[in-house]
């Protein structure tokens, strides 16, 4: 991991590994908060394969990828906090919020020179929601806006503004076709060629009526616009729905 040598900017460290679905949510916001904050370098810490996703990053975003194999066990743990430390992190967001990153902030909450915040999953909301008599049915808040919770914990409120992933509504069709193979599986059934997973998880299951279609969609180059508008769809409502 390299060393960010530019002393004069305060460097944000972000941290979510999964699922596909969660890390696309980050894109319109960690887009709008370099934004609305170019002063400041954020850093976000995801598996290696997410790296694909941000297309026409911002130029105050890296984004580092790491081979969790790599660092199973609090030993390895302790060696990736050391390895994340030296982006001399002055904020840790932790956008996960499971046990591989709740070790990550009791790290760096020893090391005394971090501020840290963490998402508010909403468990005990959504347990009274779901739970089998006496329900408490009331509107909940969306991940979008947990996420953004974070950052303004951290002091660092912003507004949703991201309009599309693609400029002009064109992009690098490789890259596209490479962010489609992680959304698809090749199943083993002779039945069917590909699995949609909803919403992209990594359960090998859940297969969509309309998966042919979308296989065409995604590997015809001549649908390259129509592709994007997808893309940009899924990415987007978040933000709609911030606004709304």
Known sequence: MDRRSDSGSKTILITRFSAVGDIAMTIPLLYSLCKTYPSHRF?????????????????????????????????????????????????????????????????????????????????????????????????????????????????????????SLFKGGKGNIDDFIGIIRIFFKRRRSEKSLLDFNAVFCSIETKPCALEKELAVLFTERSTLSKANSVFDSVICSGCYSLHN
Request: glycine content about 8%; overall charge positive; hydrophobic content about 35%.
């Open 43 to 163: 850093v976000f810490v995801s598996r290696e394969r997410f790296g694909q996703f941000f297309i026409d990053k911002p130029g105050n975003l890296d984004f580092i990828g790491v081979n969790l194999d790599d660092y199973k066990g609090i030993h390895g743990l302790y060696r990736l906090y050391r390895e994340l430390s030296a982006q001399k992190p002055y904020m840790f967001a932790d956008l996960h919020d499971v046990l591989r990153t709740k070790i990550l902030r009791i790290f760096f909450k020893f090391s005394g020179t971090t501020r840290i915040a963490s998402i508010d999953k909403g468990r005990r909301e959504k347990k009274a929601l779901t739970k089998e008599d006496g329900k408490q049915k009331r509107e909940l808040k969306s991940t979008f806006e947990r996420y953004r919770d974070v950052f303004t914990r951290l002091g660092l409120p912003f507004e949703p503004d991201f309009k």
